[in-house]
T-cell receptor
């Protein structure tokens, strides 16, 4: 079954430093890939999505992700972390139909 | 424009009881999907409703059931509650035949605690 793997449940980053969250998917067929963000006591907000149009995808809040088929990866980056980036981030894929399959998530802590 | 509305926001139930959670989709959306998010985990797909019928189902027992109404709103029912059912339940709406999961809008969720 199609799935995604996110390593490192907690990620600490200094304010102003690079944010890098890793996501690997398990299929050799380029899927639909997503990154969502979840702030405390809130639902999921779409950051960006890959739908085979371009390998470098730009999203909201300065985030971007690069699809690399050879590495089956879709890592999320932001050049300079802001305190407001503290949240939980989920990588997701569509295995079939319109349902999403999520990774376990990364809790991002931004250190002043 | 109202997004996805879920009620209640928090709920505490006792083992063995039954619970009903409610979801009103975003205006213009006709499809509702439900997800369960246990603490420290990613959301897991429960089922999806369109035209008042269950269209897809994840790996959840029959204790989990749902309904969709003519106005597209939806309910999630869980019978014989177990401690392991404690989680955040998320509702997502979309347009059938549109961009599918690409066009999901999520609600803020209902936090269910089973004691």
């Amino acid at each position: 079954a199609q799935s995604v793997t996110q390593l490192g449940s907690h990620v600490s980053v200094s304010e102003g430093a690079l944010v890098l969250l890793r996501c690997n998917y398990s299929s050799s067929v380029p899927p639909y890939l997503f990154w969502y963000v979840q702030y405390p006591n809130q639902g999921l907000q779409l950051l960006l999505k890959y739908t085979s149009a371009a390998t470098l995808v730009k999203g909201i809040n300065g985030f971007e992700a690069e699809f690399k088929k050879s590495e089956t990866s879709f890592h999320l980056t932001k050049p300079s972390a802001h305190m407001s980036d503290a949240a939980e981030y989920f990588c997701a894929v569509i295995p079939r139909g319109n349902r999403l399959a999520f990774g376990k998530g990364n809790q991002v802590v931004v250190i002043p | 424009d109202a997004g996805v509305t879920q009620s209640p926001t928090h709920l505490i139930k006792t083992r063995g009881q039954q619970v009903t959670l409610r979801c009103s989709p975003k205006s213009g959306h006709d499809t509702v999907s439900w997800y369960q998010q246990a603490l420290g985990q990613g959301p897991q797909f429960i089922f999806q409703y369109y035209e008042e019928e269950e269209r897809q189902r994840g790996n959840f027992p029959d204790r989990f059931s749902g309904h969709q109404f003519p106005n597209y709103s939806s309910e999630l029912n869980v019978n014989a509650l177990l401690l392991g059912d404690s989680a955040l339940y998320l509702c997502a709406s979309s347009s059938w035949g549109g961009q599918g999961a690409s066009g999901y809008t999520f609600g803020s969720g209902t936090r269910l605690t089973v004691v």
